[in-house]
């Protein structure tokens, strides 16, 4: 009965449980549907993580599981920097997606040289409307998804779920 409620808030607590798996935005994370999802058992470790290849050295984000670069399925998780500078940002006020609270703020967001990953246009939470300027420090974050139930093979199974953002360094 637990899980019966838990399903309802998926996603879109708008639809109050209708259209559970059809409306959930995120994505399956566990071994059985996703072949990344030791990206998101770093993430419940608090790491940010993705691909890079043991073959020619290129780093891919996001991760996947064959390099880019020379298809070679040959690869190693390594972690990515937490902190990033701000270029630019746009906060939808209003309007925005179901799901989502607003102010809904997306910044293009910069890593530095030193870093395979120099850019990502990366979700920012924990900040109020106005809060963030161009050139302020955000750091990695990672929050909860929640969850339905999903059926694996003959069972039904509950797979916890997080996902990540940055926020404001205060
Ligand atoms: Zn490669």
Same mark, same amino acid.
């Given at each position: 009965?637990?899980?019966?409620?838990?399903?309802?808030?998926?996603?879109?607590?708008?639809?109050?449980?209708?259209?559970?798996?059809?409306?959930?935005?995120?994505?399956?994370?566990?071994?059985?549907?996703?072949? *990344?999802?030791?990206?998101?058992? &770093?993430?419940? +470790?608090?790491?940010? $993580?993705?691909?890079?290849?043991?073959?020619?050295?290129?780093?891919?984000?996001?991760?996947?599981?064959?390099?880019?670069?020379?298809?070679? +399925?040959?690869?190693?998780?390594?972690?990515?920097?937490?902190?990033?500078?701000?270029?630019?940002? $746009?906060?939808?006020?209003?309007?925005?997606? *179901?799901?989502?609270?607003?102010?809904?703020?997306?910044?293009?967001? $910069?890593?530095?040289?030193?870093?395979?990953?120099?850019?990502?246009?990366?979700? *920012?939470? &924990?900040?109020?409307?106005?809060?963030?300027?161009?050139?302020?420090?955000?750091?990695?974050?990672?929050?909860?998804?929640?969850?339905?139930?999903?059926?694996?093979?003959?069972? $039904?199974?509950?797979?916890?779920?997080?996902?990540?953002?940055?926020?404001?360094?205060?």
């Amino acid at each position: 009965m637990a899980d019966l409620q838990k399903a309802e808030i998926v996603g879109t607590p708008a639809l109050e449980g209708t259209y559970i798996g059809e409306m959930d935005m995120w994505p399956f994370e566990c071994q059985e549907f996703n072949r *990344i999802y030791p990206f998101y058992d &770093n993430l419940k +470790e608090g790491k940010f $993580t993705t691909t890079k290849c043991k073959d020619c050295g290129y780093t891919a984000f996001p991760p996947g599981v064959i390099c880019p670069s020379c298809w070679s +399925e040959n690869l190693e998780w390594v972690e990515l920097p937490k902190k990033a500078k701000v270029v630019c940002l $746009t906060e939808t006020q209003a309007g925005a997606p *179901i799901g989502f609270p607003s102010p809904l703020i997306m910044a293009w967001l $910069t890593f530095g040289e030193d870093t395979p990953l120099k850019h990502l246009l990366g979700r *920012i939470i &924990n900040c109020k409307e106005g809060e963030l300027k161009e050139g302020d420090e955000v750091q990695f974050v990672v929050f909860d998804v929640p969850s339905h139930p999903i059926d694996v093979k003959r069972e $039904t199974k509950i797979c916890d779920r997080v996902f990540y953002a940055f926020e404001p360094v205060k």
